[in-house]
Structures are given as C-alpha cells and as structure tokens.
C-alpha cells in the first residue's frame, strides 16, 4: 500500500496538525517506510485468532455511581491558555 | 564513610537509619552533584526547595523511629509523571508551562514513604524515542565514554535522563516508565539496573499516557536491590487506574535469596539476530554460563512471533498515542499557537499541535491516524492486536512448559553516538530485545553484566511470568552476583 501526497494531506487533516505544502512529499515518503515495516504482519496467519483486548486478564472493576471528586473549577483552570469567568476561552466556533 | 553519592539505595537506608548520616545530608550532596552535571543535561527542573523540606520531614520521622525503606531517599523523577505544582512536561513544548494541580499516584506513594525529590528528569518527548533526542530540552549525555573517544553518547530512551543521573550518582534512584523498552534499554547503555513490572502493578494514574495497553513505570537504580526495595514502594492497586491489578504486593527484596537452583531458564533462538554484534553474542553466553553456575538448567525455547512484535508495536502504539493525544488541543493546558484573523478553532487545534509536537511525535500521530482510519482498521489494527495475542501465547506455551524465566540481550549495541542520524525504522530496531514483553504484559529486567572492548556497558535482560517480579528480581541477583560489574564512568562532566 502506497501513500501518496493527498493521502499525507488528509492524515495530516484527520490528526489536526498543520503540514506545509512543502512538507507533504517528505511525510508521505516517511509514511511509507514505517507502513512497508508494518506490512510483514500482513505474512502472519492469524486465522481464528482473537485480537487482543486487555493484556491481563481482568475484570474491570465497578464502583458506586457516586460523585468522587469535583468542584474544584479555579484547579481545572489553572492551566488554561485563556480561561474567563469559569470557562476555558476558545476562537469563536459559530458564525 | 564514601562519598553520599556513592551509596546505593539499600546502603543510604541502612546508614539513616543506624543514624551514620542524615536525609539533608544526603539531600545535599546530591543536590551538589546535579548542580555540577549541567553538561549531562539530565535534571531538566530542579526543585532544592521541595527536596530539603521533604528531607527535614523524612529526618524527623527516622528520628520518630517511622522510616519506611524509602524514607530519606534522594530520587529524580522522569517527566513523564504529573507532579503537584512542579512543571511535568512530558519533554514536549506543548506542554510548557504546566503545572499539574495534582500528584501521580506513584509519586504520592514515594513521598508518603518518605522519598525526596530532586528534580525531574530528561526523556524523548512523550517518551517517544530511544535516544533521548526528541526533547524539548534537548539531548541528554551519557555519562559514560566510548574509548578515548570524546564523542557524546547517547544514554538511550526515553527514560535516558533517569539513567544518565542514576549512572553519574545525581540521583540514588530514579522513576522511569517503558513502552516499548524505555527503561530496559537505557539502563542498559548506562551500566544500571531497570525493570518493568507486569501491566498493571504499578498505577499509571498521573502519568502522562503514550500508549495505555503497553505503559508501565519502574525504578531504576544501581543494583538489583535497590530496583526490589523502590518497586515495592511504587506498587500496588490505585483505585483510580482501573487497569491497576488488585493483587497484593510482597517485599520483592525479601525474595532476593540468591538461590535458583533447579530453576529453567529459556534462550530463546529468535533473539539471535542476523548481523548482531559478536560482543552481544558473546555477553549472553556469558550469561548463561553464569545462571547455570547459579544451579539453573539451561533450556533452549522458541517464541516463533518474535520477528512480528516490532511491526505489531508500530501498529498498536501509535493507534494509541494517537488518541490519547488528542487532549492536546491548546485548549485546556499547555501550549497554544497565536491564530490569525479568520482564523477559527480547527485553524488553532492545527496550528497549536504543529507548534507543540516534535517531528517524532507528529509522525506516530498520523501514523497512529493512518492505521485507525476507515478501510484500514481492520488490515493494520486489528491484525496487530490478533499478532499481540500469538506474541503473548508464545511466552505462555513456554511458561507452561516449565520456563521460570527468559534470557535475552537487553539491547542489539552499546550506546551510540548522539546525532547518529538513524533514520525511523532503524532507531526503532533498538527496541527489538524488549518491545515483546510490553505487548505480553509481562515483567523484564536489564541488569549490566559486561563491558565492550571500548569500554561500554552492556546489559542482559530477563524476563519473567506475570506478577512474579520477585522471582524475576532473584534471578536478576544471581546475575548481578556472578558477573561482578562494578566499572563507572569517569568523571568528565
């Protein structure tokens, strides 16, 4: 399998990270170094057998549906590139 | 008394609580020591003020009579663990300038024993590399040296300022964490002892997430009981990392008899690599001579998947990171891009994560993208997760079969030039040894057992049964003991 430029721009797109024109060919050539690596998996007989979920096997453990933590909005915020009036502050998303 | 700094771990426990010296003394020196190894750029934030009120505290309590094994202990952090207040950056930009408003729960376990922290340590960013050269903060040096060569090494990653400060005595021990090998193999290159404990001993909660199903912390220290006595410390089950084993945690040093007799130790044949260095070769039949010194019977195994881990973690590990960093939107902490007029959120996510991200880390992003887009989960994703289970049931036949545990090199080299310009696939390579054990969930240990002819370190690692570090950390001693690895690195820094 191949990736080709348009390829690298709309994985570029789908990941949200600005890729300069020029820098397209070169990503879709590092692209396809690392999938023709991948690709020996493809020699693998893998008939009948389950695709791995967890590691160890474990029942996930519940809990009470209870609220454990919370109101605390000043620590949420603390890191914020720009927080106003109790919320974090974005770019407008609608017209 | 030698020097503070010399001491191991086990040693600094024993002379605090005999009253031979105190943790502010200790504090001190090693505070010194990292003051003078700016060149080995290891420690990327010092935090003195913290470290000599958590040494005050932890000399009242020895004085109380109440000093658990790490009480007094000066340790480096790696940056990969949120600490409350102290900038955690994960060695990325895109995290500048946070500070968490919270403690890892490995973290806190330390300070509740009384551990002291020095600073936070150097790593690849996002721990994402196994040179420590995608940092934010730039490389961190070996502090060992090849030959008369003056060239700068690498002291591997990701974890590779935890064992540059572990190596040159900054630190008496450091926490590192292993995706794929992160702290196996730098220990390995830096002459020092680091394990990765089975999936789920120690909690990854506040530890920033690269690939959730492989990440694992441990300690990494100057010998293998000092690696026995800061695990027990670090483990345990966390309620609030839902993958955390709810198993109870023994005294792994207590385990450390040094006796394996009867024990069979499997060579598995897929590790002896086309064009592996004859110095590799040569340390592991060393190595084996050595267990089966110890009383151990020598058994020749296969694990036929081998071959597939390598590409099945380039699947698997991006696939995650690439979500698990998703959160790094410039919206809710860390770096974010200035945006132009026009321009909208999706202009300031892109913008954010091309400024914030290294080439490293954007490249397993897309790739990670890639395998997980529509038309191509099935052929990438899923076939490497059903590829972790045959890789996984290789080790399990083995076990099943009367294995005890596994000896393999640690690393395909000895450390390698820093700017050695590897491309991707290459530097990946240097993951081959370990990156099985983190897709089979299973505990492995690198302890230095030998020196190339230049001088270098090089290391065996083991491998164990789930849950059973102890007996792993027992051979891992029998090892230890037997191959007397005692060289350091001169002082040039």
């Known amino acids: ?95 | 008394m030698t020097q503070l700094t010399d001491l191991t771990l086990a040693g600094a426990r024993d002379a605090l609580r005999a009253g031979e010296t105190t943790a502010a003394e200790l504090t001190d020196a090693h505070l010194t020591a990292i003051e003078g190894a700016g060149a080995l750029n290891a420690f990327v934030h010092h935090t003195p003020d913290i470290a000599c009120d958590q040494a005050k505290a932890a000399d009242a309590r020895i004085k109380a009579g109440d000093a658990p094994a790490m009480c007094g202990i000066p340790i480096g952090v790696k940056d990969l663990f949120c600490t409350k207040g102290v900038a955690s950056q994960a060695g990325s930009r895109i995290l500048e300038g946070f500070k968490p408003e919270y403690e890892s729960t490995i973290t806190s376990q330390l300070f509740d024993a009384g551990a002291v922290m020095l600073g936070k340590l150097n790593m690849d960013e996002f721990a994402m590399g196994s040179s420590n050269e995608t940092s934010t903060y730039g490389n961190a040096v070996n502090p060992w040296k090849a030959g008369n060569s003056d060239a700068a090494l690498t002291p591997g990653g990701s974890s590779g300022g935890s064992a540059a400060a572990v190596a040159a005595r900054l630190c008496l021990a450091a926490l590192g964490t292993d995706t794929g090998g992160s702290i196996r193999q730098p220990a390995a290159f830096t002459g020092i002892t680091g394990i990765k404990p089975t999936y789920g001993r120690c909690s990854r909660w506040g530890v920033v997430a690269f690939a959730s199903s492989l990440d694992q912390a441990g300690p990494m220290t100057r010998n293998v009981r000092d690696a026995a006595i800061m695990l027990t410390a670090m483990s345990g089950h966390d309620p609030k990392d839902s993958t955390s084993a709810d198993l109870a945690v023994p005294d792994f040093e207590a385990m450390l008899t040094g006796d394996i007799k009867g024990q069979t130790i499997g060579i598995p044949k897929e590790y002896r690599m086309d064009g592996m260095p004859e110095e590799i070769e040569a340390l592991w039949q060393n190595g084996i001579a050595m267990l089966r010194d110890a009383g151990a019977d020598i058994r020749d195994i296969s694990l036929p998947h081998t071959k597939y881990a390598l590409p099945a973690y380039y699947v698997i590990a991006p696939a995650e990171a690439s979500s698990n960093l998703a959160r790094y939107d410039g919206v809710r902490f860390g770096h974010r891009a200035d945006i132009g007029q026009g321009d909208g959120i999706t202009e300031m996510y892109e913008k954010t994560r091309a400024e914030g991200f290294g080439d490293e880390v954007q490249r397993r992003v897309m790739v990670g993208t890639y395998v997980l887009s529509a038309g191509f989960y099935d052929a990438y994703y899923n076939r490497a997760r059903k590829v972790r289970t045959l890789i996984k049931k290789d080790f399990e036949s083995v076990f099943a079969d009367g294995i005890d545990a596994i000896l393999t090199p640690a690393t395909p080299s000895a450390a390698f030039e820093l700017g050695a310009n590897f491309s991707p696939i290459e530097m990946y390579l240097n993951d081959v040894f370990t990156v099985t054990v983190n897709l089979a969930g299973l505990p492995g240990v690198a302890v230095p057992t030998g020196q190339n002819a230049r001088g270098l370190p090089l290391g065996l690692q083991l491998i164990g049964k789930p849950w059973q570090e102890g007996e792993l950390l027992n051979v891992a001693q029998c090892l230890e003991d037997r191959a007397g690895f005692v060289a350091q690195p001169s002082k040039w820094w």
């Open chain 1, 1 to 95: 399998m191949s990736i080709d430029k348009e390829t690298a721009r709309r994985v570029a797109k789908l990941a949200r990270i600005a890729v300069p024109e020029d820098r397209l060919d070169p990503l879709a050539t590092e692209f396809n170094a690392i999938l023709g690596f991948i690709e020996q998996l493809q020699e693998v007989d893998v008939t009948g057998v389950e695709p791995m979920v967890s590691v160890t096997p474990q029942r996930l453990k519940r809990r009470a549906d209870v609220v454990t933590d919370g109101g605390q909005p000043q620590a949420v915020l603390a890191n914020a590139p720009d927080a106003r009036e109790g919320f974090f502050a974005v770019p407008k998303v609608v017209e």
